[in-house]
Each structure stands twice: as structure tokens, then as C-alpha cells.
């Protein structure tokens, strides 16, 4: 692939959205399809297997033509693609055709699921465990979780409080469809996960965007979200440790969150922690359900995929109040039915390797420190350059803002986070996310699940794109 075809690929992928051209005739519905209906024979009409009114409409007219409206509902024509995974499949398609892309965008582990944990996989599928499975999960598992959630998290659950699903995602989507009506408020501080604004758009709700700084390590100001909430609050989402930004909420902050939010009688918590054992020390994790009186007013969210590297499994869990993980499971009941039976034998094996995933995580861990350390020095090093030093997960979140206003020959004006991220893959083959998708244009995502060789490659690229933008712009 040319650099110009390369970049007009990159720019399309960064700037458009799918979209349906209008017909030539301005008379016809966008997005319609027109089609002639086809003539009956004479002698068909005649054999009185079919009507004669049916033989009168279906005669041919060249003069018309039958339009069927396919336009889209508001509700999905509202929702943004995710940009991760738009430029992670960008970057895919870029290698595949021969251009040397780093890729730092995905948030994927890169080691292999543990031995113990596919050998489990395996043997189900030899042992014919092959059908569906309990909608909510089978009960092993669901035994299994809520002993990890005794033992590591101080939080007593019943198995008929746990609902098993395919990926924490969907889990986090029934949670908001099971608890916001149209007009409720879902409480967002940013940066946040791309897919928390869309899910609370999914259920008509509306999000309320509470912005951090990254001089507090972007965590959420109690007063900020004090001042913001209303009658219409429903939902406050919270994720420690934190996509995009690493950050962990240490348990002082969240007792005041939590002294908050007892204020409000219809607020809830939905509290993602998906990253709960990618934490490094002294950093400790607290799951917001055991807080005082917090237990009955949370929904806490978890999976497999990211500390056991199990993300092609597609397992993630919800527990909660008994009537509302109820409701979660009507929903997936109608959606998806239960997940991989052969992902929940493997579920069971991941619970079994020991608290917080015992030695085999602990290695993983201790693998993304050695990353982070390594970056969070190299960036501190460069000029104009602002990093919060991340506590966990595999992610920077990095403010390049004073880059911006760069102009560069060949490639143009640098404005915003889309345009940067976009000079870093045309001219110098890095794929990062940019933070607006995070709701923070100052910054870019970079994920470290890759190994240290391609982040030092990376570093060297990064380095030489800052020089040459340097002479355009004072830093």
C-alpha cells in the first residue's frame, strides 16, 4: 500500500462514519432500495391457483416502481463507533498490506490464556460439554465467583445474584438498560470507557459528563459530582482501576463518593472492575459494594478477559441485588442466552489458580510495571509532555496537548487529539487512540499490553514525530 493510498485510508477511518447516499431522485427516501415487481404469466393467472386480484396488481408498469424504506432507528444512527476499535482494525489492515504499524491501541493482553486455564477449554468440548448452558451461568461458576468475591473483595453474594455473561461489556449494557429509564441521568466522570455515553444513550438515558483533571490523577472530585446531581440522577459509573487512564480510586475517596451518593434515595453505582488485579503496590483495590451502606445501591461488574488474558473467551459477570441481576438475566435472555458453556469451564479453572490469579497473574503484572516504569520515564523526559503515573490496568493516558497548532508539510494543521493520533500513524507507523474518544481531547491512549522491545521501538518513533512537530510550535 502507497503512503498517499495509506493515509487517505487513515484519514477516512478517523474522520467518517457509516452513512447511506441519498437517491438521485429527491423524491424517493434516502437509503431506499427499488425494485420492479415481477409479472405473472397469463396462463398462471388463468389456472385458479391464484387470485385475479393478486394477477392485477402484479401486472407489470414500467411507470412505478415499489421503494422500501430502509432508513435507520434514531436510536442506533445516534450511537458513535467505538474508535478503538476502529483504529485497531485500521492498524491491522495496515500490516496485513505490508506497512510496519506499532500498535498501541488495543487494550488486549498480550500473553497467552494460562496452560491450565485452555487445557479446562479443552476438555469440555472432549467432554461433550458442547450445549447451552444455564441462562445465568452454570452453577459451578457462579459458586465459584461468589467465593472469589467473599475471599478478595469482603462481599457476600448468593449464586442467584450473579448473572454470567458474554463479556463484562454486555454485562455493563444490562446493567444500564435494567436500571435507567428515558430521561434518567447516567453520571460519567471523564475520561471514561468509550462505551459508557452509548450504552446510557441505548436506554434513552442521558449522560452527564463530570470532567477530572490530571493534576488529581484524574480522579473524580467528590464536590464536582455533588454540584451535578439531581432528581434525575439514576446511575454513577465508576472504573478502578481506570481505561483510559490507569488510575485506581484509593479507598478514602470512595467513602466520600460513597457518603454522596446515600444522599440521593434513586442513585445507583455501577462499578466496573475489570482491571481489579492489574494493580501495582502500594495501589490496593476496594470494591465499592463493601462500603457502608453501599451494598444494596451497587452493581459491580468483572470478567475474564483482561487479568487472565482470556479476552477471546468472551466471560464477564454482574452481581447485584437479587431482583435487578433478575432483570439483567430476562434481558440476556432475549439477546444472548447464556455465554460459552466451554468458556465457563475455563472460567471455573481461572478462579482455581488462587486469590487475585495467584502466581500466573502476578507474572503478567509484574511484566506491565516493568512497561510502565519504562514509559512513564521516557515520557517524563520528553519536552511539553504531562503524564499522571498510572496505578493500574496496561494504559497512559498522555496530554500531547501543547503540540497542537503544529503545522506540518505534507500533512497539515495538528488541532486536537484525532489529528495528532493521526500524524503518529501516517508519518511515523504508531497507533494510539485519541482522547476524545475518552471524552479528553488534551491527551492520546497508549496501551502497554505489548512486549518491551516494541514499546522502546515505539518510544524512538514518538520521540522523532515531537522533534519535527518542535520547530513548528513553541512547548
Same mark, same amino acid.
Given at each position: 500500500?502507497?503512503?498517499?493510498?495509506?493515509? %487517505?485510508?487513515?484519514?477516512? #477511518?478517523? $474522520?467518517? +462514519?457509516?452513512?447511506?447516499?441519498? @437517491? /438521485?431522485?429527491? =423524491?424517493?427516501?434516502?437509503?431506499?432500495?427499488?425494485?420492479?415487481?415481477?409479472?405473472?404469466?397469463?396462463?398462471?393467472?388463468?389456472?385458479?391457483?391464484?387470485?385475479?386480484?393478486?394477477?392485477?396488481? %402484479?401486472?407489470?408498469?414500467? #411507470?412505478? $416502481?415499489? +421503494?422500501?424504506?430502509?432508513?435507520? @432507528? /434514531?436510536?442506533? =444512527?445516534?450511537?458513535?463507533?467505538?474508535?478503538?476499535?476502529?483504529?485497531?482494525?485500521?492498524?491491522?489492515?495496515?500490516?496485513?498490506?505490508?506497512?510496519?504499524?506499532?500498535?498501541?491501541?488495543?487494550?488486549?493482553?498480550?500473553?497467552?490464556?494460562?496452560?491450565?486455564?485452555?487445557?479446562?477449554?479443552?476438555?469440555?468440548?472432549?467432554?461433550?460439554?458442547?450445549?447451552?448452558?444455564?441462562?445465568?451461568?452454570?452453577?459451578?461458576?457462579?459458586?465459584?465467583?461468589?467465593?472469589?468475591?467473599?475471599?478478595?473483595?469482603?462481599?457476600?453474594?448468593?449464586?442467584?445474584?450473579?448473572?454470567?455473561?458474554?463479556?463484562?461489556?454486555?454485562?455493563?449494557?444490562?446493567?444500564?438498560?435494567?436500571?435507567?429509564?428515558?430521561?434518567?441521568?447516567?453520571?460519567?466522570?471523564?475520561?471514561?470507557?468509550?462505551?459508557?455515553?452509548?450504552?446510557?444513550?441505548?436506554?434513552?438515558?442521558?449522560?452527564?459528563?463530570?470532567?477530572?483533571?490530571?493534576?488529581?490523577?484524574?480522579?473524580?472530585?467528590?464536590?464536582?459530582?455533588?454540584?451535578?446531581?439531581?432528581?434525575?440522577?439514576?446511575?454513577?459509573?465508576?472504573?478502578?482501576?481506570?481505561?483510559?487512564?490507569?488510575?485506581?480510586?484509593?479507598?478514602?475517596?470512595?467513602?466520600?463518593?460513597?457518603?454522596?451518593?446515600?444522599?440521593?434515595?434513586?442513585?445507583?453505582?455501577?462499578?466496573?472492575?475489570?482491571?481489579?488485579?492489574?494493580?501495582?503496590?502500594?495501589?490496593?483495590?476496594?470494591?465499592?459494594?463493601?462500603?457502608?451502606?453501599?451494598?444494596?445501591?451497587?452493581?459491580?461488574?468483572?470478567?475474564?478477559?483482561?487479568?487472565?488474558?482470556?479476552?477471546?473467551?468472551?466471560?464477564?459477570?454482574?452481581?447485584?441485588?437479587?431482583?435487578?441481576?433478575?432483570?439483567?438475566?430476562?434481558?440476556?435472555?432475549?439477546?444472548?442466552?447464556?455465554?460459552?458453556?466451554?468458556?465457563?469451564?475455563?472460567?471455573?479453572?481461572?478462579?482455581?489458580?488462587?486469590?487475585?490469579?495467584?502466581?500466573?497473574?502476578?507474572?503478567?503484572?509484574?511484566?506491565?510495571?516493568?512497561?510502565?516504569?519504562?514509559?512513564?520515564?521516557?515520557?517524563?523526559?520528553?519536552?511539553?509532555?504531562?503524564?499522571?503515573?498510572?496505578?493500574?490496568?496496561?494504559?497512559?493516558?498522555?496530554?500531547?496537548?501543547?503540540?497542537?497548532?503544529?503545522?506540518?508539510?505534507?500533512?497539515?494543521?495538528?488541532?486536537?487529539?484525532?489529528?495528532?493520533?493521526?500524524?503518529?500513524?501516517?508519518?511515523?507507523?504508531?497507533?494510539?487512540?485519541?482522547?476524545?474518544?475518552?471524552?479528553?481531547?488534551?491527551?492520546?491512549?497508549?496501551?502497554?499490553?505489548?512486549?518491551?522491545?516494541?514499546?522502546?521501538?515505539?518510544?524512538?518513533?514518538?520521540?522523532?514525530?515531537?522533534?519535527?512537530?518542535?520547530?513548528?510550535?513553541?512547548?
Amino acid at each position: 500500500m502507497s503512503s498517499q493510498t495509506s493515509a %487517505a485510508v487513515i484519514s477516512s #477511518a478517523f $474522520t467518517s +462514519s457509516a452513512r447511506v447516499e441519498p @437517491s /438521485p431522485d429527491s =423524491k424517493k427516501p434516502i437509503g431506499s432500495i427499488r425494485f420492479k415487481p415481477l409479472p405473472l404469466s397469463p396462463s398462471y393467472c388463468n389456472s385458479g391457483k391464484v387470485s385475479t386480484r393478486i394477477c392485477a396488481m %402484479a401486472k407489470p408498469n414500467d #411507470a412505478e $416502481t415499489v +421503494s422500501v424504506d430502509t432508513t435507520l @432507528s /434514531p436510536r442506533v =444512527k445516534s450511537l458513535k463507533p467505538s474508535k478503538t476499535m476502529v483504529i485497531t482494525d485500521l492498524a491491522s489492515t495496515l500490516v496485513q498490506s505490508g506497512v510496519p504499524v506499532i500498535r498501541l491501541a488495543a487494550g488486549e493482553p498480550d500473553f497467552d490464556t494460562p496452560q491450565i486455564v485452555a487445557e479446562a477449554g479443552i476438555n469440555a468440548i472432549r467432554d461433550g460439554f458442547t450445549r447451552y448452558s444455564l441462562n445465568a451461568g452454570i452453577t459451578e461458576l457462579r459458586e465459584a465467583i461468589c467465593r472469589k468475591l467473599k475471599e478478595e473483595n469482603g462481599l457476600d453474594y448468593a449464586p442467584d445474584q450473579i448473572l454470567v455473561s458474554n463479556g463484562a461489556k454486555q454485562s455493563l449494557l444490562q446493567a444500564v438498560l435494567a436500571v435507567c429509564s428515558p430521561g434518567d441521568e447516567v453520571i460519567i466522570p471523564a475520561p471514561y470507557w468509550v462505551s459508557y455515553t452509548e450504552q446510557a444513550r441505548l436506554a434513552d438515558a442521558t449522560p452527564v459528563i463530570i470532567p477530572t483533571k490530571i493534576s488529581d490523577n484524574f480522579l473524580l472530585n467528590p464536590k464536582d459530582l455533588e454540584s451535578r446531581l439531581t432528581e434525575k440522577s439514576r446511575l454513577l459509573i465508576l472504573c478502578s482501576p481506570s481505561n483510559p487512564t490507569g488510575s485506581v480510586y484509593p479507598k478514602s475517596l470512595l467513602e466520600e463518593i460513597a457518603r454522596i451518593v446515600a444522599k440521593h434515595p434513586r442513585l445507583m453505582v455501577l462499578s466496573d472492575e475489570i482491571y481489579e488485579h492489574i494493580i501495582y503496590a502500594p495501589a490496593t483495590h476496594t470494591s465499592f459494594a463493601s462500603l457502608p451502606n453501599m451494598y444494596e445501591r451497587t452493581l459491580t461488574v468483572n470478567g475474564f478477559s483482561k487479568a487472565f488474558a482470556m479476552t477471546g473467551w468472551r466471560l464477564g459477570y454482574l452481581a447485584g441485588p437479587k431482583h435487578i441481576v433478575a432483570a439483567c438475566s430476562k434481558l440476556q435472555g432475549q439477546v444472548s442466552s447464556g455465554a460459552s458453556s466451554i468458556a465457563q469451564r475455563a472460567g471455573v479453572a481461572a478462579l482455581g489458580l488462587g486469590k487475585a490469579g495467584g502466581e500466573t497473574v502476578a507474572a503478567m503484572v509484574k511484566a506491565y510495571r516493568e512497561r510502565r516504569d519504562f514509559l512513564v520515564k521516557s515520557f517524563r523526559e520528553m519536552e511539553g509532555v504531562k503524564i499522571s503515573e498510572p496505578q493500574g490496568a496496561f494504559y497512559l493516558f498522555i496530554d500531547f496537548s501543547a503540540y497542537y497548532g503544529s503545522e506540518v508539510e505534507g500533512f497539515g494543521l495538528i488541532k486536537d487529539s484525532s489529528s495528532l493520533a493521526l500524524y503518529f500513524l501516517d508519518k511515523f507507523q504508531v497507533a494510539m487512540v485519541p482522547g476524545d474518544a475518552f471524552g479528553d481531547d488534551t491527551c492520546i491512549r497508549i496501551s502497554y499490553a505489548t512486549s518491551l522491545d516494541v514499546l522502546q521501538a515505539a518510544v524512538v518513533k514518538i520521540k522523532e514525530a515531537l522533534e519535527s512537530l518542535r520547530a513548528t510550535v513553541s512547548v
